[in-house]
Nanobody, 121 residues
Framework: QVQLVESGGGSVQPGGSLRLSCAASGSIRSIYGMGWYRQAPGNQRDVVALISSGGSTNYADSVKGRFTISRDNAKNTVDLQMNSLKPEDTAVYYC???????????????WGQGTQVTVSS
């Protein structure tokens, strides 16, 4: 079994910061891309930031300059540092990974359970 477990969500005032962390565990052979998505009520799940195994990053335009994604390949973790948070950043944030488990013949998409981020005064 493979699991992605997130931590670090919560409530913060506008302009504040939060750091989300995600750890992948289980029968993992290889992890390729990792990242974060978010979903606000009534909206679709959208990409926030992605990072390749080599460290290349991509960000949604709405978070560029405010959010930073990083990963530790040795620990199978991916973090999202969120600064200058805005009310429109309020959403459930999901960790995402493309990985190959030992018991699978190909890489598949895996998701965490989600963590709530609320930005409000």
């Amino acid at each position: 079994q493979v699991q992605l477990v997130e931590s670090g969500g919560g409530s913060v005032q506008p302009g504040g910061s939060l750091r989300l962390s995600c750890a992948a565990s289980g029968s993992i052979r290889s992890i390729y891309g990792m990242g974060w998505y978010r979903q606000a009520p009534g909206n679709q799940r959208d990409v926030v930031a992605l990072i390749s195994s080599g460290g290349s990053t991509n960000y949604a335009d709405s978070v560029k300059g405010r959010f930073t994604i990083s990963r530790d390949n040795a620990k199978n973790t991916v973090d999202l540092q969120m600064n200058s948070l805005k009310p429109e950043d309020t959403a459930v944030y999901y960790c995402y990974a493309v990985l190959r488990a030992y018991y699978r013949d190909a890489a598949e998409n895996y998701w965490g359970q989600g963590t709530q981020v609320t930005v409000s005064s």
